[in-house]
């Protein structure tokens, strides 16, 4: 399985399931089931999906250990703005029914972020998480945490695609060994780039689907990456890129699509 190390030496499969928007109850339940069967070891949720609880089901009765399976949930905005992240902790980890998560994250650099991040790493310490993580922080978020002598996250989630390589934000993180995982890593399920001629190009030389090329993208970019689907073909077909890679033409293709223009919600607006 292909995977990455955190800094503080905890494996991460490099291919985690996403679960956004995906309806609470048999969809998700079935995604993941299927997902889990497929091969991924690693599931995306977060509390705001509102889907917690079928993804924990799904856990249980799936067949495999608990320790075997990478599970990630984020703290929302308004937990963190009402500086009640303990509670918004403990409510998701019940809904999960775990008894710990393997990363925990802080959805967005809202007002409150550092006392949020503080939580974090009180839980951390007391072995609830086994990794502190940020998504859609950006240098200057970063840049805090480290004045305020914090550790820094092991992890930040950010948008990356195609169109969106994020090259300065994803730099800075290698730097700090920080480990960037890519969300909306197919452009999201508005700005679906896998009708783009270069991406069905490479495609076609390696024998693939525009969407394995594209994420065997961000894998060779050394990112976590994090589809989303409820189509049992397309779960499959995304974790089946273990076949082949991209070489140093297909990336210089690849580069050549960024337009630098987010699908997603803007980190800027944030101080
Ligand atoms: N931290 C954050 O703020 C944040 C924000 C957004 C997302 N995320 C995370 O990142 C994950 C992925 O992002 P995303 O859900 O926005 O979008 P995405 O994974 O980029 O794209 C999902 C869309 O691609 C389609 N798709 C997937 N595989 C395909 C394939 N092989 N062929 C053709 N179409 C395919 C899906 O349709 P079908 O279902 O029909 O296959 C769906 O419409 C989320 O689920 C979530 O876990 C985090």
């Not at 997902?35 to 067949?63: F, M, P, Q, W």
């Not at 859609?136 to 092991?154: C, T, V, W």
């Not at 991406?199 to 961000?218: E, F, G, L, M, Y």
């Amino acid at each position: 399985m292909l995977e990455l190390t955190m800094y503080n030496n905890v494996k991460i499969p490099q291919i985690g399931f996403g679960v956004y928007q995906l309806m609470r109850g048999k969809t998700t339940y079935d995604a993941v089931l299927e997902a889990l069967a497929d091969g991924y070891r690693h599931i995306d949720t977060a509390k705001i999906y509102g889907n917690e609880k079928s993804v924990g089901k799904a856990i249980k009765e799936c067949g495999l250990p608990r320790e075997q399976i990478f599970v990630t949930t984020k703290m929302w905005n308004s937990d963190i703005i009402a500086r009640k992240g303990k509670k918004a902790f403990l409510t998701s980890l019940k809904k999960l029914g775990l008894e710990y998560v393997d990363l925990y994250l802080l959805h967005w650099p809202v007002d409150g972020y550092i006392e949020a991040y503080k939580t974090l790493i009180e839980l951390y310490n007391e072995g609830k998480i086994r990794a502190i993580g940020v998504s859609n922080f950006l240098i200057r978020h970063l840049e805090e945490i480290k004045k305020q002598g914090l550790m820094l996250p092991m992890v930040n989630q950010i948008e990356v695609n195609p169109q969106f390589s994020n090259d300065e934000l994803v730099d800075y993180c290698k730097k700090n060994n920080i480990i960037v995982e890519s969300w909306s890593p197919l452009g999201g399920s508005r700005h679906n780039i896998l009708d783009n001629e270069v991406i069905k190009h490479i495609a076609d030389i390696h024998n693939v689907t525009p969407s394995q090329v594209v994420i065997r993208w961000h894998i060779d970019r050394g990112l976590v990456v994090l589809p989303r689907s409820k189509n049992p073909i397309h779960i499959k077909e995304n974790f089946d890129v273990e076949k082949f890679s991209l070489d140093e033409e297909d990336m210089k293709l690849m580069k050549s699509l960024n337009i630098n223009i987010r699908t997603g919600g803007d980190p800027e607006q944030y101080k």
